[in-house]
């Protein structure tokens, strides 16, 4: 297994780009369960979880080819309708082919993705949208079995809790069901404006993109000849570079950015002192001498993103004050916090709150990975502890950062990937 190892250092300097949004992709690539054509992708980034979809989709039959940061994915060949438990378990965004797959075909099979690290992650809502569309759906042998014999059927969904791939699964759903749905209580993040868009732009009408209340009116089960696309910029990736460039107190910038999916972290680094230039498709971050402390309460777009909690509690370490971080979307998001503790930060927890004193003096040692942006927030602690830092697990932080260190290396940051 690779490791990182990265040592303190005095400044970063220069310029990154900015990869497509893993979270955007996968929605999109499932999406393609719906097209009559072979379908276009531009800027897919290089991660581990885009690499698991496109393997699912070709093991349901269909083909694809992924080179550099382009794909062309063609499912008109596929013949199954089970994803099965060995790929689901690696990837929970798999579920994101149960409402396509039962739109097209009428009947699909999806392992139930188990919790992960930062909680249990119920899938109950997108379940529950589903039955309302028609849908039959039994849980068996650890099974969602679903069937729609008579196709899915438009209607008024109310969401009990926003939920991002639930939303973008009936999206895809309603696409080909035979009426109009009305989704309320819709997710307003950029990836599911991404994917509506894309759609809309095919040819399903979708009202009140961008808004919590969407109606998409759909094709009765005829296909979708979709439109190429280009995949929007990853903001979390954008958001967790700046936080190296505050806590290092570097001046860098970030290219191919769209800063206007990232309005919450900007505030946040701004009351933490940093000061911005920004351009159409660049943000230069100049960070302040003293990190002041924080108040972050983790919400829904388009408040502070909980993807983002783990690194500003990592940035938090070293203000000169008491932050407070509070998550409030999943159950167990905390667990970076044992790890930096190890290298002497003074944190304390109660329940779904941390509480930050900083400045802490950070010394570098081994730890340990947990999940995705919890590692992401280990690595920017290493750039300013002394001594070394090895992160390890790193296959966590592989599934949604596109070559991490060496975008880090290419603006001085002293990391290297390690043989465990
Ligand atoms: C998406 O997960 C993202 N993943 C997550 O990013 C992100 O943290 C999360 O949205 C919140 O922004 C992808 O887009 C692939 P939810 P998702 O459904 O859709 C509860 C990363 O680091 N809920 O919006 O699975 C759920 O338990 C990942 O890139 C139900 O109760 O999250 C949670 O408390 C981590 N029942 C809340 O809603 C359901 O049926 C939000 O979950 C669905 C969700």
Same mark, same amino acid.
């Given at each position: 297994?690779?490791?990182l190892?990265?040592?303190?250092?005095?400044?970063?300097?220069?310029?990154i780009?900015?990869?497509?949004?893993?979270?955007?992709?996968?929605?999109?690539? *499932?999406?393609?369960?719906?097209?009559?054509? $072979?379908?276009?992708?531009?800027?897919?980034?290089?991660? *581990?979880?885009?690499?698991?979809?496109?393997?699912?989709?070709?093991?349901?039959?269909?083909?694809?080819?992924?080179?550099?940061?382009?794909?062309i994915?063609?499912?008109?060949?596929i013949?199954?309708?089970?994803?099965?438990?060995?790929?689901v378990?690696?990837?929970?965004?798999?579920?994101?082919?149960?409402?396509?797959?039962?739109?097209?075909?009428?009947?699909?099979?999806?392992?139930?993705?188990?919790?992960?690290?930062?909680?249990?992650?119920?899938?109950?809502?997108?379940?529950?949208?589903?039955?309302?569309?028609?849908?039959?759906?039994?849980?068996?042998a650890?099974?969602?079995?679903?069937?729609?014999?008579?196709?899915?059927?438009?209607?008024?969904?109310?969401?009990?809790?926003?939920?991002?791939?639930?939303?973008?699964?009936?999206?895809?759903?309603?696409?080909?069901?035979?009426g109009?749905?009305?989704?309320?209580?819709?997710?307003?993040?950029?990836?599911?404006?991404?994917?509506?868009?894309?759609?809309?732009?095919?040819?399903?009408?979708?009202?009140?993109?961008?808004?919590?209340?969407l109606?998409i009116?759909?094709?009765?089960?005829?296909?979708?000849?979709?439109?190429e696309?280009?995949?929007?910029?990853?903001?979390?990736?954008?958001?967790?570079?700046?936080?190296?460039?505050?806590?290092?107190? $570097?001046?860098?910038?970030?290219?191919?950015?769209?800063?206007?999916?990232?309005?919450?972290?900007?505030a946040?680094?701004?009351?933490?002192?940093?000061?911005?230039?920004?351009?159409?498709?660049?943000?230069?971050?100049?960070?302040?001498?003293?990190?002041?402390?924080?108040?972050?309460?983790?919400?829904?777009?388009? *408040?502070?993103?909980?993807?983002?909690?783990?690194?500003?509690?990592?940035?938090?370490?070293?203000?000169?004050?008491?932050?407070?971080?509070?998550?409030?979307?999943?159950?167990?998001?905390?667990?970076?916090?044992?790890?930096?503790?190890?290298?002497?930060?003074?944190? $304390?927890?109660?329940?779904h709150?941390a509480?930050?004193?900083?400045?802490?003096k950070? $010394?570098?040692?081994?730890?340990?990975?947990t999940d995705?942006?919890?590692?992401?927030a280990?690595?920017l602690?290493?750039?300013?502890?002394?001594?070394?830092?090895?992160?390890?697990?790193?296959?966590?932080?592989?599934?949604?950062?596109?070559?991490l260190?060496?975008?880090?290396?290419?603006?001085?940051?002293?990391?290297?990937?390690?043989?465990?």
């Amino acid at each position: 297994m690779d490791y990182l190892q990265t040592k303190r250092v005095k400044s970063l300097s220069g310029t990154i780009n900015i990869s497509g949004a893993k979270n955007a992709s996968l929605p999109l690539i *499932a999406m393609t369960i719906l097209a009559k054509n $072979s379908v276009n992708i531009k800027n897919l980034p290089h991660v *581990a979880d885009i690499k698991t979809l496109l393997k699912l989709l070709s093991n349901l039959g269909a083909t694809y080819d992924f080179k550099d940061d382009k794909a062309i994915v063609d499912t008109q060949k596929i013949s199954q309708t089970k994803a099965t438990y060995d790929i689901v378990k690696t990837m929970r965004a798999s579920i994101l082919v149960l409402g396509p797959i039962l739109a097209r075909f009428g009947h699909c099979e999806v392992s139930m993705p188990g919790g992960c690290a930062i909680g249990q992650r119920p899938v109950d809502l997108h379940l529950k949208a589903l039955e309302q569309m028609g849908a039959h759906i039994d849980i068996k042998a650890g099974y969602i079995e679903a069937t729609a014999p008579n196709g899915l059927k438009g209607c008024d969904i109310i969401f009990d809790k926003i939920t991002v791939t639930g939303t973008a699964n009936i999206i895809m759903a309603a696409s080909l069901a035979k009426g109009r749905t009305v989704i309320t209580n819709a997710a307003r993040e950029p990836e599911v404006v991404q994917l509506c868009e894309v759609l809309n732009d095919s040819g399903v009408q979708i009202d009140g993109i961008g808004t919590a209340i969407l109606t998409i009116h759909g094709t009765a089960g005829e296909l979708v000849n979709i439109k190429e696309f280009s995949v929007i910029p990853d903001r979390i990736e954008a958001g967790t570079y700046l936080c190296a460039g505050a806590i290092t107190k $570097s001046t860098i910038t970030i290219q191919n950015v769209n800063a206007s999916h990232l309005g919450s972290v900007l505030a946040k680094l701004e009351e933490m002192g940093s000061s911005f230039t920004i351009t159409e498709n660049s943000i230069t971050i100049h960070p302040s001498e003293v990190i002041k402390p924080v108040k972050i309460v983790t919400q829904e777009y388009p *408040a502070f993103p909980t993807d983002m909690q783990a690194q500003f509690l990592a940035l938090a370490t070293q203000a000169d004050g008491v932050s407070i971080i509070e998550e409030k979307l999943f159950e167990n998001r905390f667990m970076h916090v044992s790890e930096l503790q190890r290298m002497g930060a003074d944190i $304390s927890l109660n329940s779904h709150t941390a509480t930050v004193n900083g400045k802490s003096k950070l $010394s570098g040692t081994d730890v340990m990975a947990t999940d995705l942006r919890a590692s992401s927030a280990l690595v920017l602690a290493g750039l300013v502890a002394d001594g070394e830092t090895n992160i390890h697990r790193i296959y966590h932080l592989d599934r949604g950062y596109d070559a991490l260190e060496k975008k880090l290396e290419g603006v001085g940051a002293d990391i290297v990937r390690l043989k465990e």
